[in-house]
C-alpha cells in the first residue's frame, strides 16, 4: 500500500470515530492529519526523486475539491463541515485530483443511499444530520483498491 494511501486511511478513521460521535473533528487531529501529510509529501519530493513541478502540480490542482468544500460549508452555514473540507483537502493534496475526485463521488453516492435509507425508515425527519467522514473513508478504503488496479 502506498504511504499516501495508508496516512489518510488511518487518519480518516481516526478522525471518523469523532465525527459519528460528536458530529465535528477536533482541530488536534486536523493538525496532526496536515503534519502528516506535509512530511508525505517532503519525503515523496526528498527520498523518491519525484519532480518538484509534478509534485506542486498534484498537490495544487488536488486542493479543487477541498476548496469547494469549504465554500459549501460557508455558503450553507456550516450545513457541509469546515472539518469535511479541511479532510478533503489534505487527500487533494497527497493523491492528486482525479483520485480525490473518484474518492469524493464514491463517498456522496454512499451518502445518498444512507440518506434514502433513513429517508425511508425514519418516517421522514427533517433534522437529521448525517457524519460525512465515515463515507469519505470507504471512498478511500475502496477507492484504494478500485483506483489503483
Known amino acids: 500500500m502506498e504511504l499516501e494511501w495508508a496516512a489518510n486511511i488511518i487518519m480518516l478513521a481516526f478522525c471518523s470515530i469523532q465525527d459519528i460521535r460528536e458530529k465535528e473533528i477536533s482541530i488536534w487531529k486536523l493538525q496532526i492529519y496536515g503534519f502528516l501529510i506535509l ?26 475539491p477541498g476548496l469547494l468544500f469549504l465554500f459549501l460549508a460557508k ?15 489534505f487527500i487533494g493534496i497527497s493523491i492528486g485530483f482525479w483520485q480525490c475526485l473518484g474518492i469524493l463521488f464514491t463517498a456522496l453516492l454512499g451518502l445518498f443511499l444512507a440518506a434514502v435509507l433513513i429517508l425511508i425508515f425514519s ?8 457524519p460525512f467522514l465515515p463515507f469519505l473513508l470507504s471512498g478511500m478504503a475502496g477507492g ?6
Open 144 to 149: 484504494y483498491f478500485w483506483l489503483k488496479k
Open 39 to 64: 512530511g508525505i509529501s517532503l519525503w515523496n519530493f526528498s527520498i523518491q526523486r519525484n519532480s518538484l513541478l509534478f509534485l506542486l502540480g498534484k498537490g495544487i490542482s488536488g486542493l479543487i
Open 123 to 130: 418516517g421522514r425527519k427533517k433534522n437529521i444530520r448525517i
Open 75 to 89: 455558503a450553507t452555514k456550516e450545513a457541509v463541515g469546515y472539518g469535511d473540507g479541511i479532510v478533503l483537502l
